[in-house]
């Protein structure tokens, strides 16, 4: 039997943490972290917590231990953990859409039970997952033939956002572990510039397509996916090449049938799944097929290790806890609109992406579970690049612009491609950049260095600027999984406690339905009655008249 949570009754802006903390920050706000580590020289030490392979030092924040207390005296308050304790039940937390939000059953162990409406999932989880090792060898070692009997060398995913993201960022991040005789490329969007240029240079006889789509009726997919069909048949010339040549990945066998594929060739998941966060089921398909099933099965352990942290540890030492109280400190009480994250090593370099669908697709919502408007802010922007290359970039506005975001720094102590000293030349950056964040350069400072009085203000660094430093040993496919249940954590962390659905994503349905009318409009060969507002006619009239000008 499924069981529905129900909103908090108390709003947020009500309770007393909230009110405390709103009185806490006006005595933290006038203190800088020079004071604070002055003041408690043991402080980097402090606080710390080294856990599951990741050690999190978060003493570069603006806070006391007064703030923590506080902090986690709102987590309890709004009941976050008799939330945790809901969502690895399989309730149902995904209110809107009266579904199980239940990610973390796709990376339990084998053996492990988790009942939802009668039906053990892990089972059925650890079926999909021996079908998918099978098929990946099958391909791996060159035994899945094209139509003409070619050996598969090229594999490209077809799919966007949940369906894109994790696997395109997965495969750059493990890309170390993959089959460097594999291609693989990652097709998303509508315009057809990414499905040429993806495919431009492959042969059509040993190339395999992923069709990744919870629905399988996402217009980009379905219309790229149409689109490869023909790319293929161009040159294979026979409707029987699609078995060798398409699988697909979704929870709609029927449109998967329809499309032509045969569900044979189908690896499912389940609707408890949210798109954002199935990197980790079928949708990691091709990840498989890189790394191969044993690195992918290393990656769900690590997933699964933070799962456990997560739910098993105290707040005062739990990281995703941690680090999504925070954010919210610096989001609901100094009023700040974004958070960077700067992954210290370039195969990460698309987990900012990633993380933006993660953290704003959940938590962009201005609507509690009851659907009253909140008074406070939910989401900040999620931003960042790999270090140091924004270094040189926007790093210049965190240091002395005037507007304050707290960041992430994510680093390693080894690297996969030894080079020289390079290595301790990127930790040296990453650390150097925390500190300067931290204690800036005092205008005294600038001047007892002999800078002359003109110049004095513009090399001053104000500093107490908050950052939060990771520590990882090695980017693994078991340490990718715990950093990103870290960050699936930290949101539904800050998700609990603002009292939102951090799983659904109405957000996106306006502007697909209205697409879908405009297309027809641009479409149309006969002259459409419009009836949007003056500029998007005009703007539609006009792309016309330019098509027509073309003909
Ligand atoms: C993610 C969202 C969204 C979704 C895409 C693709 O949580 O739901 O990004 O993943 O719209 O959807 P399909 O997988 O159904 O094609």
């Known amino acids: 039997m499924t069981i529905t949570v129900h909103s908090s009754t108390q709003p947020l802006t009500k309770r007393p943490a909230w009110k405390a903390l709103q009185a806490h920050y006006q005595q933290i706000r006038p203190l800088h972290l020079r004071q604070l580590f002055a003041e408690d020289p043991l402080r980097g030490e402090r606080f710390v917590v080294d856990a599951s392979g990741i050690y999190l030092d978060y003493s570069k924040n603006r806070i006391t231990d007064e703030t923590m207390r506080l902090l986690i005296k709102l987590a309890d308050e709004c009941g976050l ?27 339990a162990p084998e053996g492990e039970r988790i009942m939802l409406d009668g039906v053990d999932v892990v089972a059925e989880v650890h079926a999909v997952l021996d079908r998918m090792a099978v098929f990946s060898e099958q391909v791996r070692s060159g035994q899945w033939l094209g139509y003409t009997g070619k050996r598969i060398r090229n594999i490209v995913n077809i799919g966007i956002g949940g369906s894109d993201l994790g696997p395109v960022m997965a495969y750059e991040a493990l890309r170390h572990y993959s089959q460097r005789d594999l291609t693989f490329r990652f097709v998303s969007n509508v315009d057809g510039t990414d499905f040429q240029e993806a495919t431009r240079d492959l042969d059509p006889e040993a190339t395999l397509f992923i069709i990744c789509s919870k629905t399988f009726t996402t217009l980009e ?33 029927e449109e998967v049938t329809k499309f032509g594929i045969n569900t044979v060739n189908m690896f499912g998941f389940w609707d408890w799944d949210g798109g954002r966060y199935s990197m980790d089921s079928a949708i990691g398909l091709s990840t498989m097929i890189a790394v191969g099933p044993d690195n992918f099965r290393a990656m769900l352990a690590g997933f699964h290790a933070m799962d456990e942290h997560f739910r098993t540890a105290p707040f005062d030492r739990n990281i995703p806890v941690i680090i999504g109280l925070l954010k919210l400190w610096y989001n609901n009480f100094f009023d700040t609109q974004s958070v960077a994250v700067f992954p210290y090593n370039q195969y990460l370099k698309r987990f900012p992406a990633y993380l933006q669908q993660l953290t704003m697709e959940s938590n962009g919502k201005h609507v509690t579970l009851d659907g009253i408007c909140v008074d406070y802010q939910t989401s900040p922007i999620y931003w960042g690049e790999p270090g140091t290359n924004g270094q040189h970039s926007f790093f210049q506005l965190l240091h002395q612009g005037t507007r304050l975001i707290p960041c992430d720094f994510i680093g390693f102590y080894q690297t996969l491609n030894p080079l020289g000293d390079q290595h301790d030349l990127l930790m040296a ?72 659905d951090s799983f659904d994503q109405w957000g996106v349905e306006l502007g697909k339905a209205l697409a879908q009318k405009t297309a027809a409009e641009l479409k149309s060969a006969d002259e459409p009655q419009l009836d949007h507002d003056s500029s998007t006619n005009a703007l539609i009239r006009r792309y016309r008249q330019f098509k027509r000008g073309q003909s």
Not at 470 to 495: I, M, N
């Open 81 to 107: 953990r008799k939330r945790i304790k809901a969502m690895f039940n399989g309730e149902i937390i995904n209110v809107t859409e009266q579904r199980a939000a239940l990610h973390t059953a796709l990376r």
């Open 221 to 253: 997919t379905l219309t790229n996916a149409r689109a490869a069909r023909n790319w293929c048949l161009d040159k294979l010339g026979d409707d029987h090449a699609i078995r060798q040549h398409f699988v697909a990945v979704s929870t709609n066998a």
């Open 429 to 500: 950056n990453l650390f150097a950049q925390t500190e300067a964040l931290a204690f800036g350069k005092t205008e005294a400072e600038v001047r007892a260095e002999g800078t002359s009085d003109r110049l004095a203000p513009h090399r001053t660094f104000e500093g107490n600027r908050p950052t939060n430093t990771l520590l990882v040993e090695q980017l693994t496919p078991k340490t990718l999984g715990l950093l990103v249940a870290l960050y699936e954590h930290s949101v539904f962390t800050q998700g609990g406690i603002w009292n939102i």
